[in-house]
């Protein structure tokens, strides 16, 4: 109830979460209004233990029940992009966590949520200053990609896409550009199934070639087309003198 006060609210949930085996049985009911609580703010405005207590047993009653109705769909969606904005934390084993929940929740209701996503949201977080947020908006943008909801919707959307993750080959930091070398490998091999995608296609290889007649940034060029071509291997194609020169120097240097 909506005019509950709201500490009554948080102690049924919380009654509700310690006993989530037993109310599986009711998630159709339960489900909408736990939603609205978790999307509301009543329970505070960052992740915190007892938000991903009650997403971890929303996820556990999957099997019975998931967002059917429109409401319940537009706030699972919200759900996922507070997640996702709210997602990092200076602790690595927190973040870790977060991201796993994230996963899992996509996993679970990836058809629910698949055209409820922030695309600005997912694009400012690998634009941010921060290394460090970069990098958790890299790996938040991969489990997204990696389970086949695609962000942008028009063309315009897709450009913007691709640029961030390129900008991302200028960062000094391999913690950073290899990430996002996975991330473009990973989008590429899904942009090139949808119409005209060559003119993306054409910027990633422009900016790779301009790396390429540099011959200062051959290491960095080698590190990224080694990790772009996990997701999509047709990117070496057009790089295979050089590498085939990188490998020549490389088994002269053993010898």
């Known amino acids: 109830n ?11 949930a919380k009654f509700i979460e310690n006993c989530r085996s037993v109310f599986a049985h009711f998630a159709k009911i339960l489900l909408g209004p736990i939603l609205s609580l978790l999307t509301s ?5 960052s992740l915190n233990f007892f938000i991903t207590d009650l997403v971890t047993m929303l996820i556990s009653w999957s099997h019975v029940y998931k967002p059917q109705d429109m409401q319940e769909k537009g706030e699972a969606g919200a759900l996922l992009n507070f997640l996702i904005k709210n997602a990092y934390n200076e602790r ?4 870790k966590l977060n991201l796993e929940l994230i996963k899992k929740l996509v996993e679970s ?5 698949e055209d409820k996503i922030s695309f600005t949201s997912l694009v400012e977080m690998m634009e941010t200053e921060s290394n460090d947020k970069v990098i958790c908006g890299l790996q938040l943008n991969a489990v997204i990609i990696a389970n086949e909801m695609i962000p942008w919707v028009n063309e315009e959307q897709r450009r913007r896409y691709a640029e961030a993750i390129l900008k991302t080959f200028k960062n ?3 913690k950073v550009y290899q990430p996002g070398a996975q991330l473009l490998g990973i989008c590429l091999n899904q942009i090139v ?5 060559q003119e993306v296609l054409a910027r990633v290889k422009d900016n790779l ?12 060029l080698m590190e990224l087309l080694y990790c772009i071509h996990k997701g999509y291997p047709m990117i070496l194609d057009s790089f295979m ?6 490998i020549g120097k490389a088994v002269r240097k053993t010898k």
């Open 2 to 12: 909506p005019t509950q006060p709201k500490n009554v609210k948080i102690f049924l």
């Open 41 to 45: 703010g009543t329970l505070g405005e």
């Open 92 to 95: 690595n084993d927190i973040f």
């Open 109 to 113: 209701w990836r058809e629910i949520l």
């Open 172 to 174: 000094p930091s391999s």
């Open 193 to 197: 199934k949808e119409e005209n995608s």
């Open 209 to 220: 070639k301009r790396m390429e007649r540099d011959r200062s940034k051959t290491d960095l």
């Open 241 to 246: 003198s050089r590498i085939s020169e990188s």
